[in-house]
Nanobody, 126 residues
Framework: QVQLVESGGGLVQAGGSLRLSCAAS????????MAWFRQAPGKEREFVTA????????NYADSVKGRLTISRDNAKNTVYMHMNSLKPEDTAVYYC???????????????????WGQGTQVTVSS
């Protein structure tokens, strides 16, 4: 089992920045990739970005390319998502996810990920 704990959410004005963190614990050796998804009120959970645990491959949703950067610190078992130029439409609960399935970094469906955090709220005011 892998446990994921997100932190760093909050309220920010449009155009501002935030950094979300996701700390993994437990059987982290089984992780192939980690990702961020988000879910706005009344909408389905959607893929935002993913990173492989080794090798540094990354994948971004078109809606966030150029504004978000995902990175990892393997020594700390932590993944970060740096969010810049935030927009009101970025308002959502952001979830960290992990998978042990090879190749899943290129998938954007929630079924590709086995483990989920509880989520952290990001609110962008206009």
């Amino acid at each position: 089992q892998v446990q994921l704990v997100e932190s760093g959410g909050g309220l920010v004005q449009a155009g501002g920045s935030l950094r979300l963190s996701c700390a993994a614990s437990g059987r982290t050796v089984s992780i192939y990739a980690m990702a961020w998804f988000r879910q706005a009120p009344g909408k389905e959970r959607e893929f935002v970005t993913a990173i492989s645990w080794s090798g540094g491959n990354t994948n971004y949703a078109d809606s966030v390319k150029g504004r978000l950067t995902i990175s990892r610190d393997n020594a700390k078992n932590t993944v970060y998502m740096h969010m810049n130029s935030l927009k009101p439409e970025d308002t959502a609960v952001y979830y960290c996810a992990a998978t042990g399935i090879y190749g899943s970094i290129w998938r954007t469906d929630t079924e590709a990920y086995d483990y989920w955090g509880q989520g952290t709220q990001v609110t962008v005011s206009s």
